[in-house]
């Protein structure tokens, strides 16, 4: 059952690029534009939104998080996220032209679903991004993209985390092809380069080896800390989550640019610090501060464990460890920057002796407060 592998969580790495394929499959028609039908919301109630709000727990937030660079991006529709138990409690302000997404692995946690029963009581649509079909959490939506991920038996989330980012890429691009904004041209482009995306994560997973052994190296560190900006910043928090619940080992996510107004104080001798970098060709500010926050940790005796694109030379000099990933556009980069950290966490987990695939005090669904 677990096709040759030690761990769950090793095979659902693996199978990756074939469930970020799946989640693609016959939503993309042959002239390259999207066919969602399954949002059976109609187009003109998505023509009149004037907000969309995502709520999801755990890793699923982490996915919403980059959703809102995509929807943002190319929808300009104001787009909020938030914890789902956060939400819940705090009177949030919704109404008909609000859209709700879910998301949600196992479409059964509890906070989310009271989420979503607290925006429909609103009078907002609720749009369920799920992996388990017929779940609660679709049934009481008002329609459901579903994840083809296949069941996700490991505990930490992997390959439900990378169909949930297909999923909101495409909800993303649809919203921006029902509304026909500026970016048509570059909303086609990123359709075309999503369907071959799946390659992409193929070969990171080709080139893991150095990852791993850097991982075993790492077993008797207290910390490791993560910084990413933009979209690399939810890409942090989530390779810091992986490594708490695999490795319980004390890991952070920050946003690189928060540095300076606090966690660089954590920085000291050969402290493990992994740095998610921008893609150089999108917008070349981020990437230069990012350098130079590379340049910032690393005076101050961090080791420092890069995430760069192919072709960025500039990172070469204050990397101490280099993890290449493929080229994509700047919003897709989650979906390649992620995997090392997948890999890396469930490699220093095994090398500390922990139980990967049911990590101790957590649960697959979480369906009590
Ligand atoms: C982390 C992990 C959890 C879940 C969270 C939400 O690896 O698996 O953080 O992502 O409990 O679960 P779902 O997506 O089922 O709502």
Known sequence: EKGGYDYFMLKEIAEQPKAVADTLLGRIDASGSLTLDEVRISASELRELDKVVIVACGTAFHAGMIAKYAIEHWTRIPCEVELASEFRYR???????????????????????????????????????????????????????????????????????????????????????????????????????????????ERVLETMEPVRELARSLADKGTVLFLGRHVGYPVALEGALKLKELAYMHAEGFAAGELKHGPIALIEEDLPVVVVVPSPRGRSVLHDKIVSNIQEIRARGARTIVIAEEGDEEVVPYADHLIRIPVTPVLLQPLVATVPLQVFACELATARGNEVDQPRNLAKSVTVE
């Open 91 to 201: 009177d949030p302000i919704l109404d008909s032209r609000s859209l709700v997404i879910a998301i949600s692995q196992s479409g059964e946690t509890m906070d989310t679903l009271m989420a979503l029963r607290h925006a429909r009581e609103q009078g907002s649509k609720v749009l369920a991004i799920c992996n388990t079909n017929g779940s609660t959490i679709p049934r009481e939506s008002d329609a459901v993209l579903y994840t083809h991920a296949g069941p996700e038996v490991a505990v930490a989330s992997t390959k439900a985390f990378l169909t949930q980012l297909v999923a909101c890429y495409l909800v993303a691009l649809y919203l921006g092809q029902v509304r026909g904004t500026k970016w048509g041209d570059e909303i086609r482009a990123v359709i075309r380069d999503l369907a071959s995306i799946s390659g992409s994560v």
